[in-house]
């Protein structure tokens, strides 16, 4: 088989998979297994390469997500390891890295680390701030730990279990956290590519969406130094609930923040001097 026709196959089994970029994905899962463009491949198409691309093709047909093939995700300024054991970065939570960079902070706690997109994001634009990322699923922070060594950031930040502050010590002048926050009735209706994939710890509280907030918000006092700050990434109808319990916490300065797309996906508190 030439380059073209693998090419022209692997986008017929994605099309008729309903993939809804066919051309780039295959493209994209082209480059995974070619060192080349297909037009410049004639003489590495065929055996294990023919095999390997092919592999890819059918696992994306299956609605595997383009990150988990590529093993890769590009968030705020780095490029982080993924796969399904950890949920895969979203843009919409490079809002809550921008918002919580507009401010100093020396010691910064991350409830839910997943793959340590967000904890290593801001240590990695602040060298002399240190962390603690911290999750229930040991399988995620094997991700993170890849994630950490990738960007060298090992002396300025530990990893380690903890179902929310269960085994949290010390305080910080920032805590952040991305909580699972989809209600357990609205799984059915997210992407395949999301309910197949992405580990269900990660999305959902099994709930209302809100069990996790609540917990948080109620715990997180002693954690948190006077004048320093609760930033919480939120689904886009959440905001004023958030809001309001983090102002029912003792909390002030509390704001909802939009991302880029001017739906909800922050609220921001400071605890008071
Ligand atoms: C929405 S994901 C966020 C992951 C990562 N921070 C990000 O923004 O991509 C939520 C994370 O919270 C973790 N998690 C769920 N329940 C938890 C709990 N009770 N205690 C600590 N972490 C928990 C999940 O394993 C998952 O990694």
Redesign the pocket.
């Known amino acids: 088989m030439t380059p073209e026709e693998m090419m022209a196959q692997a986008c017929k089994r994605l099309r008729a998979a309903g993939v809804e970029e066919p051309r780039g994905d295959a493209q994209k899962l082209w480059r995974v297994v070619f060192p080349r463009r297909y037009d410049d491949c004639d003489d590495l198409c065929n055996g294990a390469t023919f095999e390997a691309f092919f592999d890819l093709v059918e696992r994306r047909a299956k609605r595997e997500p383009m990150s988990h093939l590529i093993g890769l995700r590009d ?1 705020y300024n780095h490029r982080f390891i993924v796969s399904s054991n ?5 843009p919409d ?1 490079e809002t ?1 890295v921008a918002l919580a960079l507009e401010q100093g902070f020396s010691r910064v706690l ?10 290593l994001s801001l240590l990695a634009e602040r060298e002399a701030a240190t962390g603690v ?5 040991e399988a ?1 922070l094997e991700v993170a730990h890849q994630n950490r060594a990738k960007l060298e950031l090992e002396h300025r930040c530990d990893l380690h279990v ?3 502050f ?1 085994s949290v010590e010390g305080t910080f002048d920032l805590i952040v ?5 989809i209600a357990a009735d609205e799984i059915a209706d997210l992407q395949a590519e999301v309910r197949l994939y992405e ?1 269900r ?3 959902t ?1 099994e709930g209302d969406g809100l069990s ?1 907030y609540r ?1 948080i918000i109620a715990e997180h006092d002693p954690y948190l130094r006077a004048g320093g700050r609760l930033l919480m ?1 939120i689904g886009p109808t959440q905001g004023a609930a958030v809001r309001e319990m983090m102002v029912s916490s003792g909390l002030y300065q509390v704001a909802v923040h939009p991302d880029m797309d001017g739906r909800d996906r922050v609220v921001a508190g400071r605890k008071r001097t």
């Open positions: 968030f950890a949920l895969d970065p979203r939570t809550l991350d409830l839910g680390v997943g793959s340590g997109c967000i904890l990322g911290v999750d229930v699923s995620a903890s179902d929310w269960q956290s991305n909580p699972p926050y580990p710890i990660a999305l509280d996790h917990k990434e």
